[in-house]
C-alpha cells in the first residue's frame, strides 16, 4: 500500500472516532438542559437525515471534485456543526449539521480507493478500512464515555488556561472544543491525501435526472431476487442497530443503574462482538453460501428480548457480547453478496448510494418509532421485547420470502429443461 492510503486511512480514523464520541456529548448536552428522554431517539435521527436526502446527489458531488477536497469540505462542515452549539444553537440543529458533514463525506472515502488502488488490492484496502471504522467506533464510543465523565471535560476548564478559560466555561463546551480539534486533525490529513489523477468529465447537475436514475437504480435491486433478500437484511440490521444503542443506553441506566459515561462500555462490548462475529463470517461463510445466516437474525432478536431478564453487569456483558456476534456473523455475508449484486446490475458508486439511502431511511424510521414509544412513556422491558420480537419476525418473514424467490427460480429450470 502506498502513503496515499495511509493518509486516507487515518484522515477516516480520525473523522469517524470523533463522529462515535460526538453522539454521547450531544446526549450528556441534551440530558443537562433536562430535555424529554424522547429527544435522544431524535438526535440521531438529526443525524442520519442528510443521509436519506442528498443520497442521489452525494456522489456527483464526489465525483465534481479530487475526493480529499471533498472529505476536506465535509471535516470542516463537521467543525462548523460542533461549533454551532457555542452560538446558542440547539444540540438537534447542530448535531443535523455534523450529518450533513457526514453525508458528503461517506462517497469520497469509498470512491478514492477506486482511483488510488490497482483492482487487485481493492479487498484487502477494503478490509483495512472497513476494520479501522469499527475500531475507531469502539475507541469513539469509551473516548465519549471519558469526555461525559465527571474527570473529561472538566479537566480542561479546570486547567485555567488564560485563552481557553475565556472561551470555556462548561465541561460540555470543554468536550466539544477537544472533538474539534480531533476533526482539524482529520481535515488536516484530507489536505496530504494525493491527487489520484482521476477526472470525471461529465457530471450530471440536474436533479430532476440524478433522483430520476436513483430511483431506477433502488428499483433495479429491489426487483431482483438476490438483491432484495440482502438489501432487506442490511436495511433491517442497520435501523435495528441504531435504535439497539440507544436502547442499551437507556436500559443500563434503568436495569443497571449505570450513568451515560459508564453505558458507553457497553456499546463498546456489542461492537467488539460484533467485530469478531463479521471476522469470523468472513472466513468461515463463502459468498455463494451467505443466504444460510438468515436465521441467525431470527435467533438475534430472540435474544434481545432476555435483556428485560437482566439486571446485573455480569450478565450484561457476555449478552451483548452475544447479540453483537450474531449481527456481525449474519450482516457481513450479506453485505457482501449486496455489493456484488450491485455490480453486476449498477455501478458500485450508484449500489452504494441506494444501500445507504435504504439502511438510513430504516434508521430514521425505526428511532422515529422509538421516539414516539418515549414520549408515550411505554415501558422499556416492553419497548425491548416489541424490539426484539419484531426483529426475529422481520427475519423470519425475509427468509419465507427467500424460500419462495428459490422455489420459483427451480420450477422456471425445471420448465427450461423440459423444454428442451
Not at 6 to 12: F, G, N
Not at 159 to 169: A, D, G, M, N, Q
Not at 255 to 264: A, F, G, R, V
Not at 350 to 370: G, T
Amino acid at each position: 500500500m502506498n502513503r496515499g492510503f495511509y493518509t486516507i486511512m487515518a484522515a477516516q480514523f480520525f473523522s469517524s472516532l470523533a463522529d462515535s464520541a460526538l453522539l454521547f456529548v450531544a446526549i450528556d448536552l441534551l440530558a443537562a438542559m433536562n430535555a424529554p428522554p424522547s429527544l435522544i431517539p431524535l438526535l440521531k435521527l438529526s443525524f442520519v437525515l442528510f443521509y436519506v436526502l442528498l443520497a442521489p446527489f452525494v456522489g456527483a458531488f464526489a465525483d465534481s471534485m479530487l475526493k480529499g477536497r471533498v472529505m476536506f469540505i465535509a471535516n470542516l462542515i463537521k467543525v462548523f456543526g460542533c461549533g454551532l452549539v457555542f452560538a446558542g444553537v440547539h444540540p438537534l440543529m447542530a448535531y443535523a449539521v455534523v450529518g450533513f458533514g457526514a453525508a458528503v463525506y461517506s462517497p469520497a472515502k469509498y470512491g478514492i480507493l477506486t482511483e488510488l488502488l490497482p483492482a487487485e488490492k481493492l479487498v484487502i484496502a477494503n478490509g483495512w478500512i472497513e476494520g479501522l471504522t469499527v475500531l475507531s467506533i469502539i475507541l469513539g464510543t469509551a473516548f465519549g464515555g471519558v469526555l461525559v465523565s465527571p474527570i473529561g471535560g472538566a479537566w480542561l476548564v479546570n486547567l485555567h488556561l488564560p485563552v481557553v478559560e475565556s472561551l470555556i466555561s462548561t465541561p460540555t463546551q470543554a468536550s466539544l472544543t477537544i472533538l474539534i480539534g480531533v476533526y482539524v486533525l482529520a481535515s488536516l490529513f484530507n489536505l496530504g491525501i494525493p491527487d489520484t489523477g482521476a477526472r470525471y468529465d461529465h457530471q450530471e447537475r440536474n436533479p430532476i435526472k440524478l433522483v430520476t436514475d436513483f430511483a431506477n437504480c433502488s428499483a433495479t435491486l429491489w426487483k431482483d431476487k438476490l438483491g432484495q433478500i440482502s438489501l432487506a437484511v442490511t436495511t433491517l440490521f442497520w435501523g435495528a442497530g441504531a435504535t439497539l444503542q440507544l436502547i442499551v443506553i437507556k436500559w443500563a441506566e434503568r436495569s443497571l443503574q449505570m450513568p451515560l459515561d459508564k453505558s458507553t462500555g457497553l456499546i463498546g462490548i456489542f461492537a467488539v462482538g460484533v467485530a469478531a462475529g463479521a471476522a469470523a463470517a468472513a472466513k468461515m461463510i463463502p459468498l455463494k453460501k451467505s443466504l444460510t445466516v438468515i436465521p441467525l437474525g431470527v435467533i438475534m432478536g430472540l435474544v434481545v428480548t432476555s435483556m428485560t431478564l437482566v439486571h446485573s453487569v455480569t450478565l450484561a456483558v457476555p449478552l451483548l457480547m452475544l447479540i453483537g456476534l450474531l449481527s456481525g456473523f449474519f450482516v457481513v455475508p450479506m453485505n457482501a453478496l449486496l455489493q456484488h449484486r450491485g455490480h453486476v446490475l449498477m455501478s458500485a458508486g450508484h449500489s452504494i448510494a441506494v444501500q445507504n439511502f435504504n439502511e438510513n431511511l430504516s434508521i430514521l424510521c425505526m428511532l422515529a418509532l422509538y421516539s414516539i414509544m418515549l414520549a408515550l412513556n411505554v415501558d422499556l422491558n416492553l419497548i425491548i421485547v416489541v424490539f426484539g420480537l419484531s426483529l426475529a419476525g422481520i427475519m423470519y418473514l425475509i427468509g419465507r420470502r427467500h424460500a419462495a424467490n428459490q422455489r420459483e427460480h427451480d420450477s422456471l429450470k425445471l420448465i427450461g429443461e423440459h423444454k428442451h
